[in-house]
């Protein structure tokens, strides 16, 4: 079974609106976090958010923000106004453990587009 | 802060070369580093854990002969690919283990396109 689940390969968002792209989990640890990160076509990896399993207050950064919803094992990436400059590929990810030393498991990515 | 860097940034070589890529944690230690390869429109593929004076963690699947990783210092390491062949074409990407929001977080250097010939 796939640890990080993204089912959406292509989004399409108008300028200035929101979006919500999504990631499911699956582990057995308690101690785990969650990561996004965004691909521009140059190819670095931008890390975005965070989400550590016990956090009880959703991550915030700017215009994004983690919906974490741990009985479902979903960590949203949530995109609030939104701008030319985010389209790009998004991986969510997962670090299995208390330590940032551990592997991080990706998704498959998902594309996103914004159009004027 | 958590700033990583990867060099060169592409490469071409002819098939038969070796290539070495470094990446380099520039404003912090990082005792673990990590190295990537990435396929056009896929995801990151984990190749190996690589951990400061120590030998390096490959993943299943991945040819340690193939894919030298050394970690001689708490801000370096460096993947050599051997005897690199047009199959070994892809996007490869380091990230270092460094301070982060609630723990530790990996960063990532920008990177480097290698096309063997």
């Known amino acids: 079974a796939q640890k990080i689940t993204q089912t959406q390969p292509g989004m399409f968002v108008q300028e200035k609106e929101a979006v919500t792209l999504d990631c499911t989990y699956d582990?057995?640890?308690?101690?785990?976090?969650l990561f996004w990160y965004k691909q521009p076509s140059s190819g670095e990896m931008i890390f975005l958010i965070y989400?550590?399993?016990?956090?009880?207050q959703n991550a915030t950064e700017g215009r994004y923000s983690l919906n974490f919803q741990k009985a479902r094992k979903s960590a949203n990436l949530v995109i609030s106004a939104s701008q030319l400059g985010d389209s790009a590929m998004y991986f969510c990810?997962?670090?299995?453990?208390?330590?940032?030393?551990?592997?991080?498991?990706f998704g498959k990515g998902t594309m996103l587009l914004v159009s004027p | 802060g958590a700033v990583v860097s990867q060099h060169p940034s592409w490469v071409i070589c002819k098939s038969g070369t070796s290539v070495k890529i470094e990446c380099r944690s520039l404003?912090?230690?990082?005792?673990?580093m990590f190295w990537y390869r990435q396929f056009p429109k896929q995801s990151l593929m984990l190749m190996a854990t690589?951990?400061?004076?120590?030998?390096?963690?490959?993943e299943q699947g991945v040819e340690k002969d193939k894919f030298l990783i050394n970690h001689a210092s708490l801000t370096l390491s460096t993947l050599t690919v051997t005897s690199a062949h047009p199959e070994d074409s892809s996007f490869y990407i380091c990230?270092?283990?460094?301070?982060?929001?609630?723990?530790?977080?990996?960063?990532f250097g920008p990177g480097t396109r290698l096309t063997v010939l």
């Open positions: 990230s270092a283990g460094g301070p982060g929001q609630g723990g530790d977080t990996q960063y």
């Open positions: 582990t057995s640890d308690q101690s785990y976090g």
């Open positions: 989400q550590g399993s016990y956090d009880e």
């Open positions: 990810a997962m670090r299995e453990g208390p330590s940032g030393y551990s592997t991080l498991t």
């Open positions: 404003d912090f230690q990082a005792t673990t």
């Open positions: 690589s951990n400061e004076g120590s030998k390096a963690t490959y």
